[in-house]
């Protein structure tokens, strides 16, 4: 029991006393004992006692107070400390209390005027002359602190924060300041652990519940922080921090939904508009507005506005590095535009981050073409597409077989005549491989024909696939130099 515990405390027989200064004396004598064993849960009831009974005596204030502090009661240690100097105002050790509790509370001037208090009582006064360096230094570091805060520069602001709070240990505006910049960071976890401290201690808070707010908005979960921005708004209705959060966090919410409603039924303009207006709502929600990029993205692409769309989805890894969805479709866009090393590198990037079947197929998908935009494109050669039927091969080969043919350009200059000559052989050879089903199937697959031997030798003749051509459609053709015409013959 508690009884057991205490120690055995005489008090002091003064003839002067009255009985109840007596009756005090000896209940701050049983504080004092308790405060010397470390009890001060039963040395600040002692010391009330004493109080109760004796309500004029600076002394038992100055007491209870330094039993508040060592409970880190601060604000009600700081109300005892100045109802001491208001009784006494020569209690040196209650203006130094007084100055402690400042300081701890975060209010570095008025604990300085305490300290200066202390030192025109008593100069020498070792504990004042520290106290006071260390509430300039708290100034200091307030200062710093604006001015990063101002800067957007909140790392120094956390820097300064953990500093002044290592003197202003109670300080709710130093943790919230904290709190705030470690949120405007992305340091989440961190920034919520630092506003539920102060929310266990007081609910009511509303700084905690603008910070708390304030995570969940920048973690994407827009609802859950509107709730906590009305909470705050109700405990502080002049709150404009919390009341501007709150209006951007619902207009965000807002276009967003627009925008993807516009999507679903393939209004991709109005979709792309939406999406752009949303993103110039607030700069700093970094996880959101990667979002936007990567769906700003989709609905370029479906514009076919593709560059663009690479664009957006770099700005959506740049906010945010492990978002799978804005690498996988910047890779498609890649694809799209035929870009296959910078398609490989991010299909890379995600096989390795999410290592599934479909990821596997996309990486080998996009090597593939890789490797086959490193041959001749025999499709280009002809100028078709890659889904061409046999009768455009044949359509485009006698278009550019014609074109091409040396005869055409018997006339002009030897470097002219080379070039014609080698893109004249280059239309047979791709006619020879895509008028071959089985040799187009193998160069579809990605497999190098120039080894396979189809090409090897020397033996290949442009002229003679020419002429198989075009003597199926009535024996073959002679060039007329003077019409610059091909004629049958």
Do not use: W
Request: glycine share 4%.
């Amino acid at each position: 029991s508690t009884a057991s515990k205490r120690p055995t405390v005489r008090c002091k027989e003064t003839v002067s006393f009255s009985p109840l200064s007596r009756q005090a004396e000896c209940f701050k004598e049983q504080g004092n004992a308790f405060y010397s064993n470390k009890d001060y849960s039963e040395a600040f009831n002692f010391y009330t006692k004493a109080i109760d009974a004796c309500p004029k005596n600076a002394s038992y204030y100055g007491n209870r107070a330094a039993t508040l502090m060592m409970l880190c009661r601060f604000r009600e240690a700081l109300e005892d400390s100045q109802q001491a100097v208001r009784l006494d105002d020569c209690f040196m050790k209650g203006h130094l209390r007084e100055g402690k509790c400042h300081l701890s509370l975060g209010n570095a001037m008025a604990a300085s005027r305490c300290f200066q208090k202390v030192l025109e009582l008593e100069p020498s006064n070792r504990e004042a002359q520290q106290e006071n360096k260390n509430a300039t230094t708290l100034l200091e570091f307030e200062r710093m602190a604006d001015f990063g805060f101002e800067k957007r520069d909140f790392r120094k602001v956390v820097y300064c924060m953990d500093r002044a709070l290592a003197l202003a240990t109670a300080c709710h505006r130093f943790k919230i300041l904290k709190a705030e910049c470690l949120a405007l960071l992305g340091r989440y976890p961190e920034a919520q652990s630092v506003a539920s401290d102060i929310l266990r201690m007081d609910s009511t808070n509303a700084d905690a519940l603008y910070v708390r707010g304030l995570c969940l908005y920048y973690e994407d979960c827009i609802d859950k922080a509107v709730q906590f921005f009305v909470q705050a708004l109700r405990m502080a209705p002049d709150h404009e921090k919390a009341r501007l959060a709150c209006r951007n966090a619902k207009a965000l919410k807002a276009k967003k939904e627009e925008g993807n409603q516009a999507f679903k039924i393939n209004n991709y303009e109005a979709a792309y508009q939406l999406y752009t207006e949303a993103l110039a709502i607030d700069p700093n929600n970094i996880k959101t507005n990667a979002k936007l990029y990567c769906n700003r993205a989709t609905a370029g692409a479906k514009l076919k506005k593709l560059n663009q769309a690479i664009e957006d989805c770099t700005s959506a890894i740049k906010l945010d590095d492990t978002y799978i969805k804005a690498y996988l479709r910047r890779a498609q866009c890649y694809m799209d535009t035929e870009q296959y090393e910078e398609a490989v590198r991010d299909y890379e990037k995600v096989y390795q981050t999410e290592k599934t079947s479909d990821h596997k197929h996309l990486l080998k998908n996009a090597q593939l073409e890789l490797k086959k935009s490193k041959r001749k494109d025999y499709y280009k050669v002809l100028g078709v597409g890659k889904n061409a039927t046999e009768d455009e091969i044949k359509k485009a080969y006698r278009k550019r077989a014609l074109m091409h043919h040396p005869d055409r350009h018997s006339a002009a200059t030897p470097e002219v005549q080379k070039e014609e000559e080698k893109k004249f052989k280059e239309v047979g050879e791709a006619f020879t491989v895509l008028s071959d089903p089985k040799k187009k199937i193998r160069y579809d697959s990605g497999h190098d024909l120039d080894n396979d031997g189809c090409f090897d030798g020397g033996d290949f003749d442009a002229n003679n696939i020419f002429r198989a051509f075009f003597g199926g459609h009535g024996g073959g053709f002679t060039f007329d130099s003077s019409s610059g015409m091909f004629s049958p013959f």
